[in-house]
């Protein structure tokens, strides 16, 4: 029973205010000396090691540097005017392009605070000149913004992979469906509120200097060039095999900085800025993943594992009843934790009972990433909210955000029930890429 007294240690260091890698950190040095005493500084030891030399986890500077760069190379405007050409006319076009634009930028860059950063800052003003209503506006930037935990690629299923020994590339292509299964929830859900509300959305009249037919496919496909160019680079090299994560990477970090290039939107100084972002980001995350490697060995080591299987086995939940509560458990820890800190503490103490219970680790991380989309949403912690803020005019309050979302959260619940019931949704189409390859 001692190992559980790791988790109330836990969270009463990140409550007191501690950073989560170092929380990590203390509870498996206190907990580790304590069981294993001089003999854990060698278990520490290996567990460095074991991270600082897993080499898949050299993609999460490839990608959050290619993030970087895609924010400063102009697509995401070339995109704002291409795709609001087509929308901007349907009951509520400018939120629905907004989500469209969020797609698209999201399979470009995989990070998910770039995606909802760019986007914001160019269909923020848009919206607000059409009146549209502050809850709506905010709804859509946080859920579009945070798409890129559903979208591949994602930095969030580097970080998975590994952790629940499931392959990076399966990871990948088996988002591409429950992620467009919850991008169209958003659509259908804006086309149907601001139909039968006008004045949440408004219809953008038309105008004198409107493009025709011609002109418009003309910017459409310039603007989109780009993105494609990207997507197939990276994903498409995942999924037929060509390139390893971590080598598609590389191909997204090098077409990103060509595309700045061709944008003209190359310098020195914005080179050094995506340089930097991406040192900080990349120690944050293998520090905190660091933390979790250490903290999960202690809790197995001290039998952890046991104590836990011996409680399940308690209550006699069933297969469905664990998949629930293990569920429940990671949205509950959303209100609290990011993801990164759900996925080190929770996902490796889950994946040995998912799997002696019988269900698919693929299926149970799609399931997984749907709920870590929904921790970006829900209060207190919000991610997807303070990103809002910074962005956003003083006219939009925090209740008005808070009001946003909720609906969103609402159809999160919705595409986790359909992947729930329809497996199919997560493992099919790697399945089927397995067999071609």
Not at 118 to 139: C, D, E, F, N, Q
Not at 235 to 254: K, Q, R, V, W
Not at 336 to 345: T, V
Request: with cysteine; proline share 7%.
């Amino acid at each position: 029973m001692e190992a559980l007294l790791m988790f109330p240690a836990l969270f009463l260091l990140i409550f007191l205010g501690f950073p989560v890698a170092f929380a990590l950190m203390s509870v498996a040095f206190v907990f580790g000396v304590m069981t294993f005493e001089m003999a854990a500084f060698f278990q520490f030891t290996q567990k460095v090691e074991g991270v600082a030399t897993n080499f898949v986890l050299a993609a999460v500077p490839l990608f959050v540097f290619m993030g970087a760069m895609l924010e400063r190379s102009g697509i995401a405007e070339s995109l704002f005017e291409a795709v609001h050409l087509w929308t901007r006319r349907l009951p509520g076009g400018l939120a629905v392009g907004t989500v469209v634009m969020c797609i698209i930028f999201a399979a470009s860059t995989g990070v998910i605070g770039a995606t909802e950063t760019v986007v914001g800052l160019l269909a923020i003003p848009a919206m607000m000149r059409y009146r549209y209503k502050h809850s709506l506006i905010s709804g859509t930037i946080c859920a579009g913004g945070s798409l890129g935990t559903i979208i591949p690629p994602s930095v969030v299923v580097v970080v998975l992979g590994p952790i629940a020994n499931v392959s990076i590339g399966d990871l990948m292509v088996g988002m591409i469906f429950p992620g467009l299964i919850l991008s169209s929830l958003y659509i259908v859900y804006i086309l149907i509120l601001c139909t039968v509300d006008r004045d949440a959305g408004p219809v953008v009249p038309p105008s004198d200097d409107d493009p025709d037919l011609k002109t418009k496919l003309v910017i459409t496909v310039k603007a989109l060039l780009p993105p494609i160019f990207m997507i197939v680079a990276v994903l498409g090299s995942i999924m037929f095999g060509i390139a390893a994560p971590t080598e598609a990477a590389a191909l997204g970090a090098l077409g990103a900085i060509l595309l700045t290039v061709v944008y003209r939107r190359f310098t020195l100084a914005a080179f050094g800025e995506a340089l930097i972002k991406t040192l900080t980001v990349t120690a944050m995350i293998m520090l905190i993943l660091l933390g979790g490697s250490l903290f999960t060995g202690v809790f197995a080591a001290t039998g952890g594992m046991g104590v836990m299987r011996d409680l399940l086995d308690a209550v006699n939940l069933g297969p469905w009843g664990l998949l629930f509560l293990f569920l429940g458990i990671v949205f509950l820890a959303g209100f609290f934790l990011e993801w990164i800190s759900i996925l080190l503490i929770f996902v490796p103490l889950f994946m040995p009972f998912v799997i002696g219970a019988g269900f698919d680790p693929l299926w149970f991380c799609m399931l997984i990433l749907v709920m870590i989309q929904t921790s970006y949403l829900t209060p207190p912690m919000a991610p997807a909210i303070f990103y809002l803020r910074g962005i956003s005019p003083p006219e939009i309050t925090l209740p008005q955000m808070y009001r946003g979302v909720l609906p969103f959260i609402g159809l999160q619940v919705v595409a986790l029930t359909i992947v729930i019931l329809f497996p199919e949704t997560a493992t099919w189409l790697p399945d089927q890429l397995l067999g071609f390859n």
